[in-house]
């Protein structure tokens, strides 16, 4: 009976096969939009000539002969002239809408002295009408020495304004009694949860405002009007796709912004790929997030700030004390920073959002925090299982090497902020802060990487100066100023230039859960490509900073072309 049965199922089974077989003829090549010719392509197997891209898709890559089937009449071609293509780059930490408006504030160079700050801030309130705020960015506590800012010095300039600036990090402000009088705030306020009111040896306020504290202040200050968001966003889009950044994470996301880049996207001007990580305390907007959802745009991801920064105001949370403070600039209390949210409270919420299939990413700088969001992490993956989506602890300034080897194993990924990763002004204030010992392993990507963490990269533009990629990747290898010359800055935790790159490109599409699709070129992917003018593998690593985009593709499509980039036919 059962050879019976056998025989009747293979007769079953021949027709279906033999069916299937039929249908498997090769299909035509597919016709291409544009073939890119004569160039120094960078593939996972290697470098290749030229590739075909139809609709938005890579079909074809490697030389010239491979392309040719692809070639249609209306085919674009671009000959690249030798230039070399890399694929997009991905920046996993931007604000990018912030960084808008700050084109239309009041800046402050970074590196300013004293005095240029008391310059920009009179010519700022000179444009100003009498009672109107004066707000802005960036000054930085180390450049004043041992007179750190206090609120009269904006008083002399600004009698009949209120004032705010924000430091260099953004988790500090600086206020005139103006500012502080219209958000009420007396030697009689007390500090708010999360937050630091500094004040001077008799209980005064000195005009400094810790983390939460800035709220109080910021909250009286008219808000940007929706077109200046949608604004704000264009400009910074744009400059994006000029350094090659073909897609990023917007770190602290707020349904304004929501509304902006839903609004962008359905002028058909938003063309990088976007997750945005909304602030964990907006329930609303958690709750309606794909309302705002589009194409390019994915609300998907939440923002939790879990502590400040490591400097002098000494806000980041600390596993070990920080140096003793040599003014009386604040109290104790401060030893080792502030961790803003208790662990049974962090893994809770952390469990909820990922159960929910939200990806966290953490504000972390100091290693408790650091350990916090690990802890939590793994709380999540013990309620739910492991979900294959990478949560981020965002910044590491500091992290300890026992919390490095365990990220791994509960899918966590480190986002390392570049730009301060080399010497810079900043430095002086973390230096003091946390002492040199701790600093030869400042922001631990080496580390990271030999323990087979997941690392990524993040800009944090524009709490730092500059949105291009290029100047951190230059950064990453050697740990000194761009360009090279003085001190190397945690030379232990140097990289190589492929790690720097795969960091990028693969590790951050990875993380963003669209390394099927994006982060490398081959075969099959969306042509999320760039081309540069020169081989960031051939040049001195002190001139990658130099390197210029010619070309950005985002699904085929260029959304960026350099002033005399070769023509196409």
């Not at 498997?24 to 000539?49: F, R």
């Not at 490697?62 to 040719?68: C, E, F, K, Q």
């Not at 925090?369 to 299982?385: D, E, F, Q, T, W």
Request: proline letters at 6%.
């Amino acid at each position: 009976m059962s050879k019976i049965i056998a025989s009747l199922l293979l007769g079953v089974a021949l027709p279906a096969a033999a069916q299937l077989n039929g249908m498997q003829e090769k299909p035509a090549p597919a016709p291409a939009d544009t073939i890119l010719t004569n160039g120094h392509i960078y593939t996972p197997k290697g470098w290749a000539e030229a590739l075909a891209i139809s609709r938005g898709a890579i079909v074809a890559v490697g030389d010239a002969a491979s392309v040719t089937p692809h070639k249609a009449t209306k085919t674009r071609i671009v000959d690249l002239k030798g230039a070399t293509v890399l694929p997009g780059l991905h920046d996993m930490h931007v604000h990018p809408i912030g960084a808008g408006i700050d084109q239309f504030r009041c800046a402050i160079p970074h590196g300013a002295s004293p005095q240029q700050i008391f310059d920009v801030t009179a010519a700022c309130v000179a444009k100003a009408k009498p009672g109107e705020w004066v707000t802005g960015r960036a000054y930085e506590v180390a450049s004043f020495g041992a007179n750190p800012p206090h609120k009269s010095m904006l008083d002399k300039i600004a009698p009949n304004n209120p004032v705010v600036f924000e430091d260099i990090s953004g988790h500090s402000s600086w206020a005139n009694s103006a500012a502080l009088k219209a958000a009420g705030i007396t030697r009689a306020t007390p500090d708010p949860k999360g937050g630091i009111i500094e004040r001077d040896r008799a209980g005064e306020p000195t005009g400094v405002l810790r983390e939460s504290a800035a709220g109080l202040v910021r909250q009286h200050v008219p808000a940007p009007s929706q077109e200046r968001y949608l604004q704000a966003l264009k400009w910074s889009v744009d400059l994006m796709a000029s350094y090659g950044i073909t897609a990023f994470k917007d770190a602290g996301l707020s349904t304004p912004g929501a509304i902006a880049y839903a609004d962008l996207a359905d002028r058909g001007e938003l063309k990088q790929r976007v997750i945005g990580c909304i602030m964990y305390r907006d329930e609303d907007l958690i709750t309606q997030r794909i309302l705002y959802a589009r194409d390019r745009f994915s609300p998907t991801c939440i923002k939790i700030f879990l502590d400040g920064v490591p400097t002098d105001g000494h806000t980041a949370a600390m596993v070990d004390d920080y140096e003793p403070l040599d003014h009386g600039a604040h109290g104790g209390g401060r030893e080792k920073g502030i961790l803003m949210i208790p662990q049974d409270q962090l893994d809770t919420m952390v469990t909820r959002f990922d159960a929910m299939g939200m990806t966290v990413k953490f504000h972390a700088a100091g290693d408790a925090a650091v350990r916090a969001a690990l802890n939590a992490i793994a709380s999540a993956r013990k309620a739910n299982g492991f979900s294959g989506y990478y949560h981020d602890v965002g910044h590491n300034s500091f992290v300890q090497m026992s919390d490095i080897t365990r990220a791994r194993s509960i899918e966590a990924a480190f986002e390392f902020s570049p730009y301060i990763w080399y010497p810079s002004p900043i430095i002086a204030d973390i230096r003091k802060a946390v002492g040199e010992e701790r600093m030869k392993r400042w922001i631990p990507v080496k580390d990271a990487l030999d323990a087979g963490a997941l690392s990524v990269p993040g800009s944090d533009w524009s709490v730092v100066p500059s949105v291009n990629p290029w100047i951190a990747i230059e950064t990453l290898v050697t740990r000194q100023v761009p360009g090279g010359g003085g001190e190397i800055l945690g030379a232990q935790e140097r990289i190589s230039l492929k790690q720097a790159i795969d960091m990028f490109t693969r590790a951050s599409a990875r993380q963003a859960n669209m390394d099927a699709a994006t982060g490398s070129i081959e075969t099959g992917k969306w042509a999320d490509i760039i081309v540069i003018d020169r081989d960031v593998f051939a040049i001195p690593a002190t001139d990658i900073h130099k390197i210029k985009v010619l070309r950005t593709f985002v699904g085929g499509e260029e959304i960026y072309t350099a002033s005399g980039a070769a023509s196409s036919k």
